[in-house]
């Protein structure tokens, strides 16, 4: 088991960035896949990207090619790098270990994205 902790979140504008950090406990980090989901309010929560042990990524259509998940494993720290941010992107976004594409664990607090128009 990990314990996660997110931060990183805050407001920006429209078309800036921001990188989420998901910093965790326990040295079974660098063998798991991780995943950052959001939940937008009035929405549901989506899986937003995720990332293997061995570095490999996939990402929601919605932000493909304005995201990057990466990982550190030497640091237990999994980062969400978001560019050109839009306000449908506005949501708490929360880490979590996914096995075999289903999240495993207690939802954390997240942290919160706010995108301005």
């Known amino acids: 088991q990990v314990q996660l902790v997110e931060s990183g979140g805050g407001l920006v504008q429209a078309g800036g960035s921001l990188r989420l950090s998901c910093a965790a406990s326990?040295?079974?980090?660098?063998?798991?896949?991780m995943g950052w989901y959001r939940q937008a309010p009035g929405k549901q929560r989506e899986l937003v990207a995720s990332i293997t042990s061995g570095g490999s990524t996939n990402y929601a259509d919605s932000v493909k090619g304005r995201f990057t998940i990466s990982r550190d494993n030497a640091r237990n720290t999994v980062y969400l790098q978001m560019n050109s941010l839009k306000p449908e992107d506005t949501a708490v976004y929360y880490c979590i270990t996914l096995w075999k594409a289903v999240p495993i664990g207690r939802w954390g607090q997240g942290t919160q994205v706010t995108v301005s128009s």
């Open positions: 326990g040295s079974i980090f660098s063998i798991s896949t």
